[in-house]
Structures are given as structure tokens and as C-alpha cells.
Nanobody
Framework: QVQLVESGGGLVQAGGSLRLSCAAS????????MAWFRQAPGKEREFVAA????????HYADSVKGRFTISRDNVKNSVYLQMSSLKPEDTAVYYC?????????????????WGQGTQVTVSS
């Protein structure tokens, strides 16, 4: 069982930055692809970014490419999402997720474990 706890959400003005963190409980954290998803009110949960097990490959949604950076620390069992140049349309609940896989996948159905989510609100 993997438990994921997100933190770092909040209210920020457009153009600002936030850094989300996700702490994992399991000591085999390095065996999981880690990803961030988000869900805005009335919309489906969507893929944002993912990093592979060795942190040598990342993948981003087109909507955040060049603005968001995902990273991980396998010693601290943590994954991060640095968000810059935030826009009002980035407003959503952001979820950390873990996939026991050797390659990155973007479908929510592939991720076995989820955090409780952290709210990010970007004001215009």
C-alpha cells in the first residue's frame, strides 16, 4: 500500500508561482512512476505531468509545457511540481498519483494510488 500526501496548494495571482509537494509512505517509492493530475469544477480529471522511476524522463500536458516542472527525490520519497506563470485556467484540485510501471502513462486508469488532493486557485 502506498499513501500519498500532497501539500503546497493555495491562492496565487496570475503570473505567480507555487510549488506542490507529495510525500509517499512506501520505501519502494523508486519503483513507481509518479504523476500529477488536476481536476477543475465540472471537468474530468486530467493529466498534468509525470516522471519515470529514475527521474531521467518526464512528460507534460501541452497546456503546462514550459511553465511546470516535475521532479522527484527517491531518497526523500517525494515528488514535486514547480508551477510558474500560473493562469486562472490552472485553478483546480491537484492530485499526486503513483503507477507501478516501467514507463510513463497518462491515463488516470493506470494509476493505482492517489493522494487526497490540494487546491490551487489562480486569481486574475
Amino acid at each position: 500500500q502506498v499513501q500519498l500526501v500532497e501539500s503546497g496548494g493555495g491562492l496565487v495571482q496570475a503570473g505567480g508561482s507555487l510549488r506542490l509537494s507529495c510525500a509517499a509512505s512506501r520505501r519502494l517509492f523508486s519503483a513507481y512512476v509518479m504523476a500529477w493530475f488536476r481536476q477543475a469544477p465540472g471537468k474530468e480529471r486530467e493529466f498534468v505531468a509525470a516522471v519515470n522511476r529514475n527521474a531521467d524522463n518526464t512528460h507534460y500536458a501541452d497546456s503546462v509545457k514550459g511553465r511546470f516542472t516535475i521532479s522527484r527525490d527517491n531518497v526523500k520519497n517525494s515528488v514535486y511540481l514547480q508551477m510558474s506563470s500560473l493562469k486562472p485556467e490552472d485553478t483546480a484540485v491537484y492530485y499526486c498519483a503513483a503507477d507501478y510501471s516501467s514507463y510513463i502513462r497518462t491515463s488516470t486508469r493506470r494509476y493505482e494510488y492517489w493522494g487526497q488532493g490540494t487546491q490551487v486557485t489562480v486569481s486574475s
